[in-house]
């Protein structure tokens, strides 16, 4: 089940009022929405967006009673502008972005998101509608060493990523790499074994790397960050939760870029859950909320 990480912090943050227009940019299984929409009774509306296609198929059976007030496209958030003009949603107080993966792909997608299930290596959020039809397995299977050792170094900041890719190599040699089990074996046999013991899994930042090269994730936030500002109202507020150092580094460089222009910083430092959120949601451990309030281009908070 998804559980909303953060979710009492992000309303505290966006500050939902009567009649209000929201923009959840990955809106997933509905969570952080629903509560945004509870709070913008009777009459304010939600822009959700989702990449993946079967995400908004199933959240459009659980928002059946909000019809009239959530808009649901699949699109990729980096595209917002377009978004909204082609949907007119206007008027927008606040956005929430949250870049963590859903449950849903981790445990239904059969997309090989995760390292405990034996799944085809393809890792795309929208698999339905890829320009590139870049997957993992392609990457495993035909990038350089070069590449890979980057990838997972840059992307995952694993601290074997050139033994983990000349095992990929080696491997690839003798059979194409399929699936996430084989993936987890590679990793296994190129690590040492105190590294196999620790509290995160061994194969999880190799997971996560492929996974960011595969839907070029830091270029997309990138790219949707100032779109959120043009796109907020003067006092509209942008909440980014992040579970990456890299993630987390381009919104809090972001935001301050911002400060002698449009923004005021509402988060000195990231907000990160409470320790009784954490052992409800182990996944919410690595969560960072960090907001920014947009003001007028003459006035300056500092």
């Known amino acids: 089940m998804h559980i909303p990480v953060l979710q009492k912090e992000v309303l505290q943050y966006l500050s939902p009022e009567p009649n209000e227009n929201f923009i959840d940019a990955t809106i997933s299984d509905g969570g952080h929405a629903l509560s945004i929409i509870d709070k913008t009774q009777p009459n304010g509306?939600?822009?959700?967006?989702?990449?993946?296609?079967?995400?908004?198929?199933?959240?459009?059976?659980?928002?059946?009673?909000?019809?009239?007030?959530?808009?649901?496209?699949s699109d990729n958030f980096a595209n917002l502008e377009e978004i909204v003009k082609h949907t007119k949603f206007s008027s927008v107080q606040?956005?929430?972005?949250?870049?963590?993966?859903?449950?849903?792909?981790?445990?239904?997608?059969?997309?090989?998101?995760?390292?405990?299930?034996?799944?085809?290596?393809?890792?795309?959020?929208?698999?339905?509608?890829?320009?590139?039809?870049?997957?993992?397995?392609?990457?495993?299977?035909?990038?350089?060493?070069?590449?890979?050792?980057?990838?997972?170094?840059?992307?995952?900041?694993?601290?074997?990523?050139?033994k983990i890719a000349e095992r990929i190599i080696e491997r690839r040699k003798i059979k194409p790499i399929e699936s996430t089990f084989q993936l987890v074996e590679i990793i296994k046999n190129a690590t040492p074994l105190w590294y196999h013991h620790r509290r995160i899994h061994l194969a999880t930042k190799t997971f996560q790397a492929l996974r960011i090269a595969v839907n070029d994730e830091l270029n997309n936030l990138e790219r949707a960050l100032p779109q959120a500002v043009e796109i907020l109202?003067?006092?509209?507020?942008?909440a980014v939760i992040s579970f990456h150092s890299l993630e987390d580094r381009i919104v809090k460089n972001f935001y301050r870029s911002r400060t002698s222009m449009d923004l005021k910083i509402l988060t000195k430092?990231?907000?990160?859950?409470?320790?009784?959120?954490?052992?409800?949601?182990?996944?919410?451990?690595?969560?960072?909320?960090?907001?920014?309030?947009?003001?007028?281009p003459q006035y300056n908070y500092e």
């Open 45 to 73: 509306k939600l822009l959700g967006i989702d990449w993946d296609k079967e995400i908004i198929k199933n959240l459009k059976l659980k928002i059946k009673n909000f019809e009239k007030r959530i808009v649901l496209v």
């Open 94 to 162: 606040g956005i929430l972005f949250d870049l963590g993966m859903s449950s849903w792909h981790l445990e239904e997608s059969g997309r090989g998101f995760s390292f405990l299930k034996n799944e085809p290596l393809d890792m795309r959020y929208n698999s339905q509608n890829s320009l590139t039809g870049l997957t993992a397995e392609r990457i495993l299977n035909y990038y350089s060493f070069l590449e890979i050792e980057k990838i997972l170094r840059t992307y995952g900041e694993e601290r074997f990523a050139k």
């Open 233 to 238: 109202k003067l006092g509209g507020r942008l």
């Open 269 to 296: 430092k990231p907000v990160r859950p409470a320790e009784e959120e954490i052992k409800i949601n182990p996944r919410a451990r690595s969560a960072k909320l960090r907001a920014a309030q947009k003001y007028a």
